[in-house]
């Protein structure tokens, strides 16, 4: 899943282990006047269906930054060691929270900073395909 507009691409990868599913997040800053930090994601509807656990989340170091044109990631990792199925299917509803700090481009002057929570994610599906790994068939 990509989320693009004029501000950011958020682009997340789900992870699928025997106990765990981590979904990983990229943030692509593509504004130059902005600096992205204190990014955190936050999501529902995963502990409600089969019974998966959202075991923790690992946001952005409070020193971090994403600056124009650069990449980080945060994480989400969910239980489903007590899932009630063996292969969960669900939509998770998501959002990002962020403090973003407003720069002049040329000095790179600080004009000022605000919280911001950016729920233009589309939901997060997790279906059957996502808990099966690829293989290379030998011929004959």
Same mark, same amino acid.
């Given at each position: 899943?990509?989320?693009?507009? +004029?501000?950011?691409?958020?682009?997340?990868?789900?992870?699928?282990?025997? $106990?765990?599913?981590?979904?990983?997040? @990229?943030?692509?800053?593509? #504004? @130059?006047?902005?600096?992205?930090?204190?990014?955190?994601?936050?999501?529902?509807? +995963?502990?409600?269906?089969?019974?998966?656990? &959202?075991?923790?989340?690992? =946001?952005?170091?409070? @020193?971090?930054?994403?600056?124009?044109?650069?990449?980080?990631?945060?994480? &989400?990792?969910?239980?489903? $060691?007590? +899932?009630?199925?063996?292969? =969960? $299917?669900?939509?998770?509803?998501?959002?990002?929270?962020?403090?973003?700090?407003?720069?002049? &481009?040329?000095?790179?002057?600080? #004009?000022?900073?605000?919280? @911001?929570?950016?729920?233009?994610?589309?939901?997060?599906?997790?279906?059957?395909?996502?808990?099966?790994?690829?293989?290379?068939? =030998?011929?004959?």
């Amino acid at each position: 899943m990509t989320e693009s507009d +004029a501000e950011y691409v958020i682009t997340a990868i789900k992870h699928v282990f025997q $106990s765990v599913i981590i979904l990983q997040y @990229e943030i692509h800053n593509t #504004l @130059e006047d902005q600096i992205l930090s204190n990014i955190q994601v936050k999501i529902s509807n +995963a502990e409600t269906q089969h019974n998966l656990k &959202v075991k923790g989340t690992v =946001p952005l170091n409070e @020193e971090d930054q994403i600056k124009y044109n650069e990449k980080r990631y945060v994480y &989400v990792i969910l239980d489903k $060691s007590g +899932a009630t199925i063996t292969y =969960p $299917s669900l939509k998770i509803s998501q959002k990002l929270t962020m403090k973003i700090t407003e720069i002049d &481009v040329e000095t790179e002057d600080d #004009l000022g900073s605000y919280e @911001e929570e950016y729920a233009q994610l589309q939901d997060l599906v997790l279906s059957t395909k996502d808990y099966l790994k690829s293989m290379v068939i =030998p011929n004959g």
